[in-house]
């Protein structure tokens, strides 16, 4: 089992920058693909951006390619979402999880908490 912990969210005003933080911890997970996930009020949970842990390639949901980048640091166990040019309805619970190392966007383990990110316009 993979416990995964989110931080990094808060209040930014449309056009400002946050970085978000996924620390796993448990089983090893460097051969997992990992996702970042978010949910906005009233909304279903909806795929965001996902790493395939062993090759590095990427997938971005259409509606932040070219203003969000998700990178990790093996060593540290850790993913990132850098998240640029935010919007108002980028508002959201954040979450990340372990995802299928063939589609990124099917998350396939536990949710934590998750982080919120509040964007004022």
């Known amino acids: 089992q993979v416990q995964l912990a989110e931080s990094g969210g808060g209040l930014v005003q449309a056009g400002g920058s946050l970085r978000l933080s996924c620390v796993a911890s448990?089983?090893?997970?460097?051969?997992?693909?990992m996702g970042w996930f978010r949910q906005a009020p009233g909304k279903e949970r909806e795929f965001v951006a996902g790493?395939?842990?062993?090759?590095?390639?990427?997938d971005y949901a259409d509606s932040v390619k070219g203003r969000f980048t998700i990178s990790r640091d093996n060593a540290k166990n850790t993913v990132y979402l850098q998240m640029n040019s935010l919007k108002p309805e980028d508002t959201a619970i954040y979450y990340c999880?372990?995802?299928?190392?063939?589609?990124?966007?099917?998350?396939?383990?536990?949710w934590g908490q998750g982080t919120q990110v509040t964007v004022s316009s």
């Open positions: 999880n372990v995802a299928s190392s063939v589609n990124v966007a099917r998350p396939i383990g536990s």
């Open positions: 448990g089983r090893t997970f460097t051969r997992y693909a």
């Open positions: 790493i395939n842990w062993s090759s590095g390639s990427t």
